[in-house]
């Protein structure tokens, strides 16, 4: 492998480089003919399978994102080294490749902010469903494919449903639930860049219905609003980042504040209704056994699909009222 100039050499990091670019494409050749049978374009190939190399690489239709938390060990130059290892080993040109360094969980919720549509957006599929997504905009693209599983379950169930959206992000849910039938609809989230993302998704697919609407709101206040309204639903998916700066209000921790908000979002809810709620938090203690209901049941294992190693990525529970 030709080596970045001024690289320092470094036999042990050609040599995590070289066994690395055969797990990719290993890895690349047991799932890629797979998905694309599903009409699944994004997909992750490598999720930090071997220690030394821990980074997480993503497949996006013939583009690659590869991420890793900044750690003081690797240096500048450790990152668009494995990524031209990736390259040649999977023959992506380099304009293809994506970097992506995340700080661990920054309780400024920065994480999620959105920057105004720099760089080329494009489609892709997940099975039924197309999705805009955005490489260069910001950290993440526009798609959480960790959820894919759990949008067929949604999917599934929103037949006939009040569908309510909460932390909707670009709409993906809200799209597998119009798939699946829902009757009426409302996707909310508080950035006017993700909601506008989020119509623009359900164009894509040609879903269009008055019924379904959205709301560029906080989720407590839009919850306030709703209950001024006396407006009620049948099936909720609530996914709250782990941090959140709140106006007016001490910053959102989804360790503290979980049950709060779920015991909220429970007084717009038909009784027999469902929650679906998502965490991403590495560390998150769920206190759900503190909810008035009992019947809760995890998903998590259902819902974190094959080619995520990490089986926590995201943690899930069913919530029926
Ligand atoms: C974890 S992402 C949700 C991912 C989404 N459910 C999906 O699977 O595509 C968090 C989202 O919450 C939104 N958000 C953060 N704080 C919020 C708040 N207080 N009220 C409404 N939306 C908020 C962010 O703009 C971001 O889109």
Known sequence: MKKPKNYVTDVKAEHHAEIFANRLKNRYRHLARRFKRSHIDVFRLYDRDIPEVRAVVDWYQGHLVIGEYIRLQTGPKWLPFMAQAAGEALNIPRDKIFLKQRQTQSKTGTRYKPTKSK?????????????????????????????????????????????????????????????????????????????????????????????YTFARCDTEKYIDFLNKKKRRFTLAFVDPPSFSQRMGKSSFDINRHHVGLLEKVFTVMEEGSTVIFSVNHQRFDPKLNRLKTKRIKELTSKTVPEDYRNKQVHRCWQIDL
Not at 174 to 183: V, Y
């Open 119 to 211: 760089g080329k957006r494009f489609a892709v599929s997940e099975r039924d469903l197309k999705f805009w997504v955005n490489l260069t905009a910001s950290l993440d693209t526009g798609l959480f494919s960790d959820h894919r599983d759990t949008r067929v379950l949604v999917g599934k169930m929103a037949k006939g449903q009040d569908f309510l959206n909460l932390y909707a992000y670009t709409g993906a849910f809200s799209c597998a639930a119009a798939r699946g039938g829902a009757k009426s609809i409302v996707t909310v989230d508080r950035s006017s860049v993700y909601i506008d993302w989020a119509k623009d998704n359900f164009k894509l697919n040609k879903i269009k219905n008055p019924a």
